[in-house]
Each structure stands twice: as structure tokens, then as C-alpha cells.
């Protein structure tokens, strides 16, 4: 059981590339979800999914789109990248039951994005 | 729009205090509230979850409270050790997945 796991971990993209960042989780999770971290700041919510094949928008989407074909994966994609997305990047899962429910979410471990 | 903050910014203590940390949240209509724990260059850890209905979760030498009223939660740290050190973020669930606070960086010095 590997829990959530990103790839690749380090990355330096110069200003217009793309790229995707891939996150996969196998503890059959229902929401996964996407979040960036910039120096000395909380996490902020880029997009996240609360199933195969529904995706919403968070507080910062601009310039990144997302996917989720499957349970298990669910890719962040960069086009056209800017010096303003350098940053960590993290992806979570968690299983929400009906209501309330629990709702730990468990995160991978970055991946680490330098646009020059 | 849900906002957390989280004081001190920085706290420093010597090994064997016990410490509180604060986080408060602007909207009270949450589902739960969850304390996790990130060490430097490492992803987010998750230390408790505590459901609305709740008033406080423990773990160890970690205990977790929760006042929806007054839109506050705290965490506890019983004889702080060096191995302590670390940044904890809070982040509430309510309508929206989760808001994070921007953290409190603990230094538990020996």
C-alpha cells in the first residue's frame, strides 16, 4: 500500500513549456485534489475531483486543467507555463462517506516546480 | 469565504513545555477540522481530524479541541520534544474542501 504518489519529484521548465505533474493513490479514494504551496504561505486549492470523471475548479486554477479517467489517477497539467507557477505542488485523497464522515486526507509527497 | 488563521507565525520553546497552537476560522458551518503536520521538504502528515459534532480529538501526547461557536481550535503538545519540531497547519472542511491556515513553525529546542 503506497498510499499517494507524485512523479516526478523535482522539475525545471522554462517559460512556455508544458507539462503534467502525475499523482496516483491506491486506497480506492473517492476525492483527490490538486494544491500548490508557495514559500511561507497554507496550501491553496488548484482543482479536485470527487470521482472518475468530475472535476471542479478551486481558488487558483488559472493556467492548469485536470483530468480523472480513472479512480486511481489524477494528473495536473501545465500549458503554456509562467515564472508564477513555480512552486510545490501536492497532491491528496481522501474517502468521504455519506453526511459528514471522515475525511482525512493523505498527501504525496510534492513535486517541486521551477519555471525560469 | 472561509479563511484560516493560524498564531504565532513562529514559536520557539525548551524541550519538556507543554504548548498550545491556535487556529481560528471565519465561518463555523464546517464539516470537520483537521491539524497536520509538514517537516521541511516533506508532504503534509495528518495528526488529527475532528468532526463538527465533536469537541476535541486526542493522540497521544496530542490533544485537539474544537469551538465551532466562537470559530476557534487549538492544539495541544504535551512534553514537547526536539523531534516535535516541525510546521502544523490546520484546515477546515465546509462546503469547499479544505482552507489551510498558513501554519505555525515549531522550534523545540533540547
Known amino acids: 500500500n503506497a498510499g499517494v504518489t507524485q512523479t516526478p519529484k523535482f522539475r525545471i521548465l522554462k517559460i512556455g513549456q508544458s507539462m503534467t505533474l502525475q499523482c496516483t493513490q491506491d486506497?480506492?479514494?473517492?476525492?483527490m485534489y490538486w494544491y500548490r504551496q508557495d514559500p511561507g504561505m497554507g496550501l491553496k486549492l488548484i482543482y479536485y475531483?470527487?470521482?472518475?470523471?468530475?472535476?471542479d475548479k478551486g481558488e487558483v486554477p488559472n493556467g492548469y486543467n485536470v483530468s480523472r479517467s480513472t479512480t486511481e489517477d489524477f494528473p495536473l497539467r501545465l500549458e503554456l507555463a509562467a515564472p508564477s507557477q513555480t512552486s510545490v505542488y501536492f497532491c491528496?485523497?481522501?474517502?468521504?462517506?455519506?453526511?459528514?464522515?471522515?475525511?482525512?486526507?493523505?498527501f504525496g509527497p510534492g513535486t517541486r516546480l521551477t519555471v525560469l | 469565504k472561509q479563511e484560516v488563521t493560524q498564531i504565532p507565525a513562529a514559536l520557539s520553546v525548551p524541550e519538556g513545555e507543554n504548548l498550545v497552537l491556535n487556529c481560528s476560522f471565519t465561518?463555523?458551518?464546517?464539516?470537520?477540522l483537521q491539524w497536520f503536520r509538514q517537516d521541511p521538504g516533506k508532504g503534509l502528515t495528518s495528526l488529527l481530524l475532528?468532526?463538527?459534532?465533536?469537541r476535541e480529538q486526542t493522540s497521544g501526547r496530542l490533544n485537539a479541541s474544537l469551538d465551532k461557536s466562537s470559530g476557534r481550535s487549538t492544539l495541544y503538545i504535551a512534553a514537547s520534544q526536539p523531534g516535535d519540531s516541525a510546521t502544523y497547519l490546520c484546515?477546515?472542511?465546509?462546503?469547499?474542501?479544505?482552507?489551510f491556515g498558513k501554519g505555525t513553525r515549531l522550534s523545540v529546542i533540547a
Open positions: 475531483s470527487v470521482g472518475a470523471g468530475i472535476t
Open positions: 475532528i468532526q463538527s459534532s465533536q
Open positions: 484546515a477546515a472542511t465546509g462546503n469547499t474542501p479544505l482552507v
Open positions: 491528496a485523497s481522501s474517502q468521504r462517506s455519506s453526511g459528514q464522515g471522515a475525511d482525512t486526507q493523505y
Open positions: 465561518d463555523s458551518a464546517i464539516y470537520n
Open positions: 486506497m480506492n479514494h473517492n476525492y
